[in-house]
């Protein structure tokens, strides 16, 4: 049974860092993309970034490029989301998936990915 488990969400002022983690069981990340999804109370679920080891490409949405970085650790099946000067309008529901292969050019559609995690809240806020 495919398990992806994120981790990490908290109550963060604007200006902090926090770092999202989503650990797989029963799946491998390898030859995977892992992408990156939130959805804040009223707004629809938008994809934040995709990554994948297969070809070293990452996708960044332009709200979150230059602040968010993505990455995996495939000894430890568990992928990051280290997240820098944070802002309001970050705050969410955060959400890993994965999918087997590259990220695609289109890579913020929900239905690039089939196995989904339950999601952490991040609250940015003073």
């Known amino acids: 049974q495919v398990q992806l488990v994120e981790s990490g969400g908290a109550l963060v002022r604007p200006g902090g860092s926090l770092r999202l983690s989503c650990t797989a069981s029963?799946?491998?990340?390898?030859?995977?993309?892992v992408g990156w999804f939130r959805q804040a109370p009223g707004k629809k679920r938008e994809g934040v970034s995709c990554?994948?080891?297969?070809?070293?490409?990452?996708y960044y949405a332009d709200s979150v490029k230059g602040r968010f970085t993505v990455s995996i650790d495939n000894d430890k099946k568990t992928a990051y989301l280290e997240m820098n000067e944070l802002k309001s309008e970050d705050t969410a529901v955060y959400y890993c998936?994965?999918?087997?292969?590259?990220?695609?050019?289109?890579?913020?559609?929900?239905?690039?990915?089939?196995?989904w995690g339950q999601g952490t809240q991040v609250t940015v806020s003073s």
């Open positions: 998936a994965a999918e087997g292969g590259f990220c695609p050019p289109v890579w913020d559609k929900e239905w690039e990915y089939t196995h």
């Open positions: 990554t994948s080891d297969t070809d070293g490409v990452t």
């Open positions: 029963g799946y491998t990340l390898d030859y995977s993309r």
